[in-house]
Structures are given as structure tokens and as C-alpha cells.
């Protein structure tokens, strides 16, 4: 089954409610009617409900039964001030506080935090800054998590694999690194992917040298650390971690080798043109990207994202929300 098509028949029914901040833009409301019409999850649009309802009938989207909410005069604006004030502990005066709830990203990220919302999803219109760092500054990044990493899940036909981190930090550590493939891990699980998860370089098991390498070699041990129970070795180069005959000759005592599912890349430029290449050369599908490691689930949209695309980015949330559910 499409992965999108596998996704939908999971969390409709679960009661997931997921916020739009950008009310007022049509390739949200288009995306938002069809999850609405067909059940998936509750929605709510964030802007003045006169001006959302004027764009919704100006395309013919039915939004009838979509709760609208208007950050300039929401009954719950102090509240959430007050909660805003508290989260930042000094770093915003109470003004301040009271200006950025005003602000329908910030609104929409601190009804995730209190817990209105089980999650956001913004980006057609904002940047990815806009998006992201009210999600760093209120929902912040989980326990043991020192920053948030970006995967795309990458899908041809019934392949169906995850490479991290393919958008966000530049040059992680070893320490970062391996948050990132331990991250990933639980990621790929929760999209019905079976984590074997490869650390990624130019080497394999000592075939090369140089910080680079001896970089990929402490985030894998740190990795097997921090989660004993899943599959991760490195350092390995991509044919030995994907081709079993390659990784039976490069690699033969590892569990991981020839049968990865899970690609981890050291840093964002090499994961970067790894997934587009893939994307591009090799036909896959590139979903994402999903934002990892945070508390709650956020999710930035491409500023030329599709109704399609807002649709598939929904139903992605709210299956990180039901995975959460789960934690």
C-alpha cells in the first residue's frame, strides 16, 4: 500500500488535532477540507474567520465543522501569555510575551505546548526560521536530545528507507551524530520501517583515515550506546552498508551491513545531495523533512509546497503524534 494511503488508515479515527497557523493561505484550506471531509484529523486554522472563510468560498473548499481560531482576540490570549512568560524563565518581558502570542506561529506553538493541540504544521507562507524557532524556544528538544535533526523518508514502489540528517545542522559531533541516528531510529519505526541503522562515510571499518572518519567512529559506538537494542554499526560507505554482497565482503561480521534501512550521514552537505540524488537520479519519493528530537510534534512546509504536499505533511504529524503517544 502507498505509503500515504498506510499512513491515513492509521490515524484517522485516533482523535489527533492538528494546528495551521497560516489560515488564510489556499493550498492549506484545500488540504485542510479534504482531511476534514474525509475524517482524518481535527483541524484548526488559525487567522480572522471572516477573512478564512472568504478564501475558502472563493475556491469552493467546505471547512464547515473546522474549529477557526483568531490570535488577535482569542479569549485565551493572557493565558497563554502567562504560560509564554513562564516557558521563557526571564527571557521575555510580560509585553513581550503578550505581543508574541499575537503572533499566529507563536500562538499555534504554544497551544501545542499546553497542550490544546497535539501538533503544528506551518511553512507554505513563513520560513523554516519562523517555524522552527518558536518550537525550540517553547516545545523545546526531548530529555538527552541536544538539538532537533531533519529525515526525509525516501520511497519507491515498496522500498521504503530514511536518510538523516538531511536538513538541518551543518557539521553535528559525535555526540550529535549520534542523537541524530538514535532519533532516526524511532523515526523509521513509527512509518513502519525496521530500524538497521548505518553510519555513514568514506570508509569502512578502518579502510580510510583522517578526522572525518574517526568522527563517524565515536558517534557509532556512542549510538550503540544510547540504544542497545537497535541495529547500528558503521563506519560504513553507502555500497557496503546497502548491497549485501558488498557488505559481506567489507563488513562481514556486522548486523547492519548490506541490509541498512537507516542512513545516517555525517554531515548535511554529503545528506543533502545523498536524498536529492536519490530523489532525482533514483525515482524516490522524498517525504519530509520531518523534524526530529523535539518534545512535541512541528512540522515545516516548503514555501512552494503543494495542497498535496500540506495534505501528506498533515497526515506525517499526526503519526509522529500517535508514535508519541506511545513513547
Known amino acids: 500500500m502507498d505509503l500515504f494511503a498506510t499512513?491515513?488508515?492509521?490515524?484517522?479515527?485516533?482523535?489527533?488535532?492538528?494546528?495551521?497557523?497560516?489560515?488564510?493561505?489556499?493550498?492549506?484550506?484545500?488540504?485542510?477540507?479534504?482531511?476534514?471531509?474525509?475524517?482524518?484529523?481535527?483541524?484548526?486554522?488559525?487567522?480572522d474567520p471572516?477573512?478564512?472563510?472568504?478564501?475558502?468560498?472563493?475556491?469552493?473548499?467546505?471547512?464547515?465543522?473546522?474549529?477557526?481560531?483568531?490570535?488577535?482576540?482569542?479569549?485565551?490570549?493572557?493565558?497563554?501569555?502567562?504560560?509564554?512568560?513562564?516557558?521563557?524563565?526571564?527571557?521575555?518581558?510580560?509585553?513581550?510575551?503578550?505581543?508574541a502570542v499575537r503572533d499566529a506561529t507563536y500562538f499555534g506553538t504554544m497551544l501545542v505546548y499546553t497542550g490544546a493541540v497535539d501538533g503544528l504544521v506551518s511553512g507554505a507562507v513563513h520560513s523554516t526560521a519562523n517555524t522552527v524557532r518558536p518550537a525550540?524556544?517553547?516545545?523545546?528538544?526531548?530529555?538527552?536530545?541536544?538539538?532537533?535533526?531533519?529525515?526525509?523518508?525516501?520511497?519507491?514502489?515498496d522500498e521504503r528507507y530514511l536518510f538523516a540528517d538531511t536538513a538541518i545542522?551543518?557539521?553535528?559531533?559525535?555526540d550529535e551524530l549520534a542523537e541524530i541516528a538514535v532519533e532516526s531510529a524511532a523515526t523509521a519505526k513509527?512509518?513502519?520501517?525496521?530500524?538497521?541503522?548505518?553510519?555513514?562515510?568514506?570508509?569502512?571499518?578502518?579502510?580510510?583515515?583522517?578526522?572525518?572518519?574517526?568522527?563517524?567512529?565515536?558517534?557509532?559506538?556512542?549510538?550503540?550506546?544510547?540504544?542497545?537494542d537497535v541495529p547500528i554499526d558503521g563506519e560504513l560507505q553507502f555500497d557496503a552498508a546497502f548491497v549485501p554482497s558488498v557488505g559481506a565482503q567489507k563488513a562481514?561480521?556486522?548486523?547492519?551491513?548490506?541490509?541498512?534501512?537507516?542512513?545516517?550521514?555525517?554531515e548535511l552537505q554529503s545528506g543533502n545531495i545523498g536524498y536529492k540524488i536519490a530523489q532525482r537520479l533514483g525515482g524516490f519519493q522524498a517525504?519530509?523533512?520531518?523534524?526530529?528530537?523535539?518534545?512535541?510534534?512541528v512540522s515545516d512546509l516548503s514555501r512552494g509546497a503543494s495542497t498535496d504536499d500540506v495534505y501528506q505533511t498533515a497526515l506525517v504529524t499526526a503519526t509522529q503524534v500517535l508514535a508519541s503517544r506511545h513513547d
Open 7 to 47: 499512513l491515513e488508515q492509521n490515524v484517522k479515527g485516533k482523535g489527533v488535532t492538528i494546528v495551521f497557523p497560516e489560515g488564510t493561505e489556499p493550498r492549506i484550506l484545500g488540504a485542510v477540507a479534504k482531511l476534514q471531509s474525509r475524517g482524518v484529523i481535527n483541524a484548526v486554522l488559525l487567522g
Open 50 to 99: 471572516a477573512a478564512i472563510q472568504q478564501v475558502a468560498a472563493a475556491h469552493d473548499f467546505d471547512i464547515t465543522g473546522v474549529t477557526i481560531r483568531n490570535p488577535e482576540t482569542d479569549p485565551d490570549l493572557d493565558q497563554l501569555a502567562a504560560a509564554f512568560l513562564a516557558r521563557r524563565h526571564g527571557k521575555a518581558t510580560p509585553e513581550q510575551a503578550a505581543s
Open 136 to 157: 525550540l524556544q517553547i516545545i523545546k528538544t526531548k530529555p538527552g536530545v541536544s538539538r532537533t535533526s531533519g529525515a526525509f523518508i525516501m520511497q519507491r514502489g
Open 169 to 174: 545542522n551543518i557539521d553535528p559531533s559525535a
Open 190 to 228: 513509527a512509518f513502519g520501517i525496521d530500524p538497521k541503522v548505518a553510519m555513514l562515510s568514506f570508509s569502512t571499518k578502518g579502510s580510510a583515515a583522517g578526522d572525518m572518519v574517526t568522527k563517524v567512529q565515536e558517534a557509532t559506538r556512542k549510538a550503540q550506546a544510547l540504544a542497545p
Open 252 to 266: 562481514p561480521d556486522s548486523k547492519v551491513a548490506g541490509h541498512a534501512t537507516v542512513f545516517v550521514f555525517p
Open 287 to 297: 517525504v519530509g523533512p520531518i523534524l526530529q528530537g523535539l518534545n512535541q510534534p
